[in-house]
């Protein structure tokens, strides 16, 4: 069984480009929610998403957004990055239907917005 | 807005203590997560708690669930040294649309010494 993997690991921008994520979901799971993780600070909900769809949102602005495709690996795209973007983003996926609860963490991809 | 809380947000404990740390959130749920975070790592899942009462417990750790309180304790009984680490709880939560996802607290800074 294969976890959950991100792409890339590390990732240095500078303010008003637009990044790409990525993230492959555990063998099996069909939902994938997205986390940032600013230094010292608890990981904050950005949005889930479920069967391709959007499902649930966090308290982020539009510039950042998501895709996930039939294989449920799913992106986040964040345009006109700005110097807050910098934190680690975390991916997490879970399988919704089977009433199994636990959310299974990445790795991360750390990004620096200079 | 449901909020979060954790309390220590640092500890420096001796091996072979006891301690706890505490969890209170604002508003009814009825599941609640801790995790483990090693520095620059992802987050690793210990515990789910699913309703009232609830107790776990894995080696040195254990966790419970009050939610009439909205309060949950994480019990480390004779600390080693491999218990640093981070400590985040973690509420669920269901956006409007979504089939919930997590609010987390500020973490716990662990560190045991010899």
């Known amino acids: 069984e294969t976890g959950v993997t991100q792409s890339p690991t590390h990732l240095i921008k500078t303010r008003g480009q637009q990044v790409t994520l990525r993230c492959s979901s555990q063998s099996g799971h069909n939902t994938v929610s997205w986390y940032q993780q600013a230094l010292g600070q608890g990981p904050q909900f950005i949005f889930q998403?479920?069967?391709?769809?959007?499902?649930g949102r966090g308290n982020f602005p539009p510039r950042f957004s998501g895709l996930q495709f039939p294989n449920y690996s799913s992106e986040l795209n964040v345009n006109a990055l700005e110097l807050d973007d910098s934190a680690l983003y975390l991916c997490a996926s879970r399988d919704l239907g089977t009433g199994q609860e636990t959310q299974y963490f990445g790795p991360g991809t750390r990004l620096l917005v200079l | 807005e449901l909020k979060v809380e954790q309390n220590p947000l640092f500890l420096s404990m001796q091996e072979g203590k006891n301690y706890t740390i505490y969890c209170n959130y604002s508003?009814?749920?009825?599941?609640l997560y801790w995790y483990r975070q090693d520095p620059g790592k992802s987050l690793e899942s210990l515990f789910v708690?699913?309703?009232?009462?609830a107790v776990k417990q894995e080696g040195r750790l254990m966790a419970s669930l009050d939610t009439k309180a909205r309060l949950s304790t994480l019990h480390i009984t004779a600390a080693v040294h491999d218990l640093s680490a981070t400590y985040f709880c973690a509420v669920g939560f269901t956006p409007k649309g979504s089939q919930g996802n997590l609010i987390f607290g500020k973490g716990t800074k662990l560190s045991v010494k010899p």
């Open positions: 508003t009814t749920s009825d599941r």
């Open positions: 998403y479920y069967r391709e769809e959007e499902n």
């Open positions: 708690l699913l309703s009232n009462g």
